[in-house]
């Protein structure tokens, strides 16, 4: 089956930086990967995702990269504010709607 | 606004007892999903089922059954609980083919003492 890691497990920044958490996969017939954030308490909320034909998606202060050669994927969050503190992990999938979760990264944006 | 409902926010069950975990959905969505949450593992997927009746194992199925009896109903089983299974546990469910669309419940935090 498909094993995801995520790195780093925790990141802490400074309000106004720049936060990048990344993901490697093994299945190279994972062709979805999406980004959940789970705030204190709360359930997990899609945020941004990615299909296997881009390369780059960006929404707002959110982007997320995929390189498929590599089996790599990342998060960027720009100009990081203190309602981004949460926990983000990242997926691996295919159409069939089951994923593989990250073990997730707790981000603290420091104000 | 789609609604996923987990019974129980907070459960405290004995070492032996039978757990049952009961997920609503309320969206005529084909697939559910039970997953289970612990620190440093993310979210890891015990059972998912993608239609009335049929359910197939995830990565930790032991020590675990579901039932899903109605499209719109997904129960969680733990016939003898220990407590190795003290935990959060999500449901999700999202439709056949939007893959992009799946939704979670609030969770269930169990402690099995």
């Known amino acids: 089956g498909e094993n995801v890691e995520q790195h780093p497990s925790t990141l802490s920044v400074q309000e106004g930086d720049s936060a990048v958490i990344k993901c490697t996969y093994s299945d190279s017939a994972s062709n979805y990967f999406p980004w959940y954030k789970q705030e204190l308490g709360k359930r997990p909320q899609l945020i941004i995702d990615?299909?296997?034909?881009?390369g780059e998606k960006k929404d707002q202060r959110i982007a997320v990269t995929l390189n498929k050669t590599a089996k790599h994927f990342s998060l960027h969050i720009t100009e990081t504010q203190p309602e981004d503190s949460a926990v983000y992990f990242c997926a691996a999938g295919n159409n069939f709607n089951k994923f593989y979760f990250g073990s997730g990264t707790k981000l603290n944006v420091k104000p | 606004d789609v609604k996923v409902t987990q019974s129980s926010r907070y459960l405290v069950k004995r070492t032996g007892e039978k757990v049952f975990l009961e997920c609503v959905q309320d969206?005529?969505?084909?697939?559910m999903f039970w997953y289970r949450q612990d620190p440093g593992l993310g979210l890891r997927l015990i059972y998912f089922s993608y239609d009335v009746k049929m359910k197939e194992k995830g990565d930790i199925p032991e020590g675990y059954s579901v039932s899903r009896e109605k499209k719109e109903r997904f129960s969680l089983i733990l016939e003898s609980a220990s407590t190795n299974q003290t935990s959060m546990y999500l449901c999700a469910s999202s439709l056949m083919g939007a893959v992009e669309k799946l939704f979670f419940g609030s969770g269930t935090q169990l402690s099995v003492l």
């Open positions: 969206m005529d969505h084909e697939n």
């Open positions: 990615i299909r296997s034909n881009v």
